[in-house]
């Protein structure tokens, strides 16, 4: 069988293509996921691991201490140089309501809950399932950046 992308014809038999990878059309750029791929390596990796050793962050607290110690006389906490991670919620939090559904369904078919064939009704699925903030939710994700890219790579993208 062969069919048009974007002017040129592709014989999928001789290139092993996929129908489903062919009909996918994306409102997002493939450029674009990929940058945030890079985005959410990087904030991924500048978060710290609180948790040496194996052990699991108990923490003691003595009374007298805290109410001597903690005064910040109305300063910011420290900021974190790295602004990676709000970078990526802007952009995350800046895309219309298909473009969040779409990266939604990518991040889904790349963390194995639903086949690339689907791929629509997944967009349909996100969209309706969606409540409250697309950034959030996906920053929630530790693995976001491999499942980005294992999305794309189930998608043929």
């Known amino acids: 069988m062969t069919i048009a992308n974007d002017e040129k014809w592709i014989d999928k038999e001789k290139t092993g293509l996929s129908e489903a990878a062919m009909d996918i059309n994306l409102t997002l750029s493939t450029d674009t996921i ?19 050793d194996g052990h699991d962050g108990d923490v003691e607290f003595d009374a007298d201490t805290l109410e001597e110690g903690h005064n910040h006389d109305g300063l910011a906490e420290e900021e974190s140089n790295d602004l990676s991670n709000e970078e990526l919620r802007e952009l995350i939090e800046d895309f219309n309501v298909d473009e969040a559904a779409e990266l939604v369904a990518i991040t889904w078919i790349g963390r194995g809950d639903f086949d690339a064939e689907d791929f629509y009704q997944v967009v349909n699925e996100a969209r309706e399932r969606a409540v409250g903030s697309t950034a959030k939710y996906l920053l929630g994700m530790p693995l976001l950046a491999d499942y980005l890219e294992a999305g794309l790579d189930a998608l043929d993208l």
Do not use: G, N, P, Y
Request: net charge positive.
């Open 34 to 52: 990929r940058m945030l791929v890079q985005k959410a390596r990087a904030a991924a990796s500048a978060m710290k691991d609180t948790f040496e």
